[in-house]
């Protein structure tokens, strides 16, 4: 009788999203997140502030020095909604994440790339998506960390070296313009394009979950006529990887 092979349990894929604030998240990859994590991949979140220096909603829905704890609550409480399987506080001030010590910051974010070793990094474009300082500091804090988590000279205490076989930033595409854009598919910041529909309702009870951000929160989202069309598309746009044989792809983990 012919030997057959045992079969090979390849291992699943990570991903890895690094944003500034809470609700980052939910505002741009709840639903890339659980897409993938449906076809079995393992998300991990790390948000570099709590966010303290921001509203507190109207009515307040705490007072400015409860701001803080409040803003975690709400964060750990969308994680669990979007399903990460690991969530990280970086602890930073908000508004000031530029002034973190470059070192300190990188050794932390080595770190992290190192244990989970993911496929895919998500993060803000160089801009921040809308040049908040905190967005453009997370963005280059991360390219950064990628570049030297790669090189084993860097921090050899944190691990073995992993090369991040693909960096996605957010595109310049707000989700709640993507409706309005005419013709998605041509548009140069739209690497990326993923249909979202199925995971509306927990998209929605995800930005829900930050309370206390809910006056942008109703503008960009629930106040707009065409709120089902927006939760049903998230974009992202390519800063590296493999070579993509069209534009837009539908599977952020193809060829990684």
């Known amino acids: ?27 741009c990859a709840a639903g890339t997140a659980m897409t993938c994590a449906e076809v079995g ?32 609550r709400e964060l750990r409480d969308a994680a669990a909604i979007i399903g990460f ?34 496929q895919v990094v998500f993060t803000f474009d ?21 570049a030297a988590a790669a090189d084993p000279r860097w921090y050899p205490d944190s691990g073995a070296p992993h090369e991040v ?12 313009d993507a409706v309005d854009a005419d013709r998605i598919a041509d548009h140069p910041s739209a690497d990326f394009v993923l249909d979202v529909a199925r995971f509306r309702d927990r998209r929605a009870a995800a930005l829900r979950a930050h309370r206390t951000q809910h006056l942008s929160i109703d503008r960009h ?10 939760l049903a598309v998230e974009i992202w746009r390519q800063a590296w990887g493999p070579p993509l044989r069209h534009r837009p792809q539908h599977d952020v983990l193809r060829d990684v």
């Not at 969530?87 to 050794?107: F, T, V, W």
């Not at 989202?221 to 927006?230: A, L, M, S, W």
Request: aromatic share 8%; proline share 12%.
């Open 1 to 27: 009788m012919a030997c057959r092979s045992a079969p090979v349990t390849m291992p699943s894929p990570t991903l890895l999203f690094l944003f500034a604030h809470p609700d980052d998240e939910s505002f």
């Open 41 to 72: 991949a393992r998300t991990v979140l790390v948000t570099a502030t709590l966010g303290d220096r921001g509203k507190a909603g109207d009515p307040p829905v705490c007072s400015p020095e409860e701001l803080p704890a409040c803003r975690e």
């Open 85 to 118: 399987d690991e969530l990280h506080l970086l602890g930073y001030r908000d508004r000031h994440l530029a002034d973190a010590p470059p070192d300190e910051i990188r050794r932390t974010l080595v770190a992290q790339i190192r244990r989970v070793r993911p």
């Open 126 to 146: 160089p801009n921040g998506f809308n040049v908040h300082p905190d967005h453009v500091a997370i963005s280059r804090f991360a390219s950064d960390a990628i």
């Open 165 to 176: 076989p693909r960096l996605l930033w957010t595109s310049i595409i707000p989700a709640w």
């Open 221 to 230: 989202f629930f106040n707009k006529p065409e709120i089902d069309r927006i």
